[in-house]
C-alpha cells in the first residue's frame, strides 16, 4: 500500500510504501497506514498528502488522530512552558503537517508560542507552516506526549 506524497515530494512517484499493510480489508490499511504515519513508523513525520486511492481521507485522519491521543486545540490552549513542546498536526485540505506547538525565544523579554512545522522552506529556512497564538486554527496535539527541549535564541539581539 502506498499513500502518494504531496506535489514535488520527489521519491517514488506511487508514494510511500507501508510495510506489513497488505490485507484482503482495504479500510483496515488505511487505518494501519494512517497510523503509521501518524506515529512515524516507517515513514518521516512531514507534510502527508491525504489522498487514497483517489479519495480525501482527512475525515479518516482526524479520527485515527483522535484514536492516537492527538485532540484538536489552538495554539493558545495547549498547556506548554517555554522549553517544553508537544507534538502536533496541522490539517488542511487534503494534506497533514507535522510539526510542534513550542516556545520561539527572541530575546529574554521577547518570545512566542506557535505551532511549527517539521518541514521547512526552501528559499527562507522558516517553518513552511506557522500558527500563532491569535489564530482560532485548531491543530491535533498529543498532550501526553510533551518533551522538554533546549530552547534557543533564533534572531541574534543587537550587538
Not at 489522498?51 to 482526524?62: H, I, L, M, P, S
Not at 522549553?83 to 494534506?95: I, M, N, Q, S
Request: aromatic share 8%; proline share 6%.
Amino acid at each position: 500500500m502506498y499513500i502518494r506524497r504531496p506535489a514535488g515530494g520527489g521519491g517514488d512517484a506511487r508514494g510511500v510504501r507501508l510495510p506489513g499493510v497488505e490485507t484482503n480489508d482495504p479500510e483496515r490499511d488505511l487505518a494501519g497506514a494512517i497510523d503509521d504515519l501518524i506515529l512515524g513508523r516507517g515513514v518521516g513525520r512531514g507534510r502527508h498528502s491525504l489522498v487514497w486511492n483517489g479519495r480525501n481521507v482527512a475525515a479518516e485522519f482526524a479520527r485515527r488522530l483522535a484514536a492516537n491521543g492527538f485532540l484538536p486545540t489552538t495554539v493558545r490552549e495547549a498547556p506548554i512552558e517555554p522549553g517544553e513542546r508537544l507534538p502536533a498536526f496541522c490539517v488542511r485540505g487534503d494534506t497533514a503537517e507535522f510539526g510542534w506547538i513550542r516556545w520561539e525565544i527572541f530575546t529574554p523579554r521577547s518570545r512566542r508560542k506557535l505551532f511549527a512545522s517539521e518541514r521547512r522552506r526552501v528559499d527562507n529556512d522558516e517553518w513552511a507552516v506557522q500558527i500563532g497564538v491569535g489564530s482560532a486554527e485548531a491543530v491535533f496535539a498529543h498532550r501526553a506526549g510533551m518533551e522538554r527541549h533546549d530552547v534557543e535564541t533564533v534572531v541574534p539581539a543587537a550587538p
